[in-house]
């Protein structure tokens, strides 16, 4: 069964910061993984899907690798501002079904 | 506008008595899914749908019933919760045809508590 892992758990960075967030995986057979963000109380908002023959993908200041032999995947977000305080989740699709992670809870401090 | 809607968002009830989450989508996708979230454990699936007619159990399916008779709804039906089905419920589509758009698109959420 496919087990979804990621750190850290909770990440607290000052304002203009770049970070990056982890996401592993234990079956290398996805169909693709995608990161979404959460706000508390709230529904998954889609920020960027990798299909399983590509590396990576970039929206705006957001960029997402996969390297998927490894079973990772990390998403990087640049200049980091404090409307991206949200939680992180990563998600991968094997076989029919979907897998996620626990997630990253991200503050930005102004 | 492409969405996901489930009704109710938010539901109180005791156990034993029987109650239906609905969910529908207008985007005319094949693939639909249940989750629930609880703290630490993230987003589990409790059963997914391929197509009108089509479920399977999904990671978490003891205790829930599903029915696929049209397309674009996908109701959840818990014939006598329990406190431990106290969590927060997800519906969510997926265009397993492909295109341009190959993302799940979740609905808002129904908070449940289970007394």
């Known amino acids: 069964k496919q087990e979804v892992t990621q750190i850290p758990a909770a990440l607290s960075v000052p304002e203009g910061e770049n970070l990056v967030l982890n996401c592993s995986f234990t079956d290398s057979a996805i169909y693709n993984l995608q990161w979404f963000r959460q706000d508390p109380g709230k529904g998954l908002t889609s920020l960027l899907l990798?299909?399983?023959?590509?590396r990576e993908q970039t929206s705006g200041r957001l960029n997402a690798s996969l390297d998927k032999s490894s079973g990772r995947s990390t998403l990087y977000i640049a200049a980091s501002q404090p409307g991206d305080s949200a939680t992180y989740l990563c998600?991968?699709?094997?076989?029919?079904?979907?897998?996620f992670g626990t997630g990253t809870s991200l503050t930005v401090i102004p | 506008e492409a969405q996901v809607t489930q009704n109710p968002r938010y539901l109180i009830t005791v156990t034993g008595k029987k109650l239906t989450v609905t969910c529908s989508q207008n985007?005319?996708?094949?693939?639909m899914s249940w989750y629930r979230q609880d703290p630490g454990l993230g987003l589990r699936q409790i059963y997914y749908?391929?197509?009108?007619?089509?479920?399977d159990k999904g990671d978490v399916p003891e205790g829930y019933k599903v029915s696929r008779k049209e397309k674009r709804n996908f109701p959840l039906i818990l014939e006598s919760p329990s406190p431990n089905q106290t969590s927060l419920y997800f519906c969510?589509?997926?265009?397993?045809?492909?295109?341009?758009?190959?993302?799940?698109?979740f609905g808002p959420g129904t908070r449940l508590t289970v007394l």
């Open positions: 749908s391929m197509n009108v007619e089509v479920t």
């Open positions: 998600a991968v699709k094997t076989g029919n079904q979907f897998y």
């Open positions: 969510a589509s997926y265009p397993l045809a492909g295109g341009p758009i190959d993302t799940q698109y």
């Open positions: 990798i299909q399983s023959s590509q």
């Open positions: 985007m005319n996708h094949e693939y």
